[in-house]
Nanobody, 122 residues
Framework: QVQLVESGGGLVQAGGSLILSCVAN????????IGWFRQAPGKEREFVSV????????RYTDSVKGRFTISRDNAKNAVYLQKNSLKPEDTAVYYC???????????????WGQGTQVTVSS
């Protein structure tokens, strides 16, 4: 079982950068793929990025390719999302989750954190 906590969100101007962290307390953390999703007000949860348990495989949604970078440090039970060149459309609550698969499908994620708010002003 895994419990996840996201942090690093905040208010930033367009063009700025943030790094989000997802930290877990479960010993089995390294056996899961970890994904980042986001949800804006009135919209459905959207896939952002995912990293495999070994960090060999990563995926990104098209809108963040070249701007966001996902990484993990299994020794620290942590996954990070480096976010550069932020745009107002990146404004959302960002969630991390665990999955058996390196997948974009939210239905295949088992555990979720509480979310961290990112607001990008223009």
């Amino acid at each position: 079982q895994v419990q996840l906590v996201e942090s690093g969100g905040g208010l930033v101007q367009a063009g700025g950068s943030l790094i989000l962290s997802c930290v877990a307390n479960g010993r089995a953390f390294s056996t899961y793929a970890i994904g980042w999703f986001r949800q804006a007000p009135g919209k459905e949860r959207e896939f952002v990025s995912v990293i495999s348990r070994s960090s060999i495989s990563t995926r990104y949604t098209d809108s963040v390719k070249g701007r966001f970078t996902i990484s993990r440090d299994n020794a620290k039970n942590a996954v990070y999302l480096q976010k550069n060149s932020l745009k107002p459309e990146d404004t959302a609550v960002y969630y991390c989750g665990t999955s058996e698969y390196t997948t974009m499908n939210a239905a295949l994620y088992d555990y979720w954190g509480q979310g961290t708010q990112v607001t990008v002003s223009s």
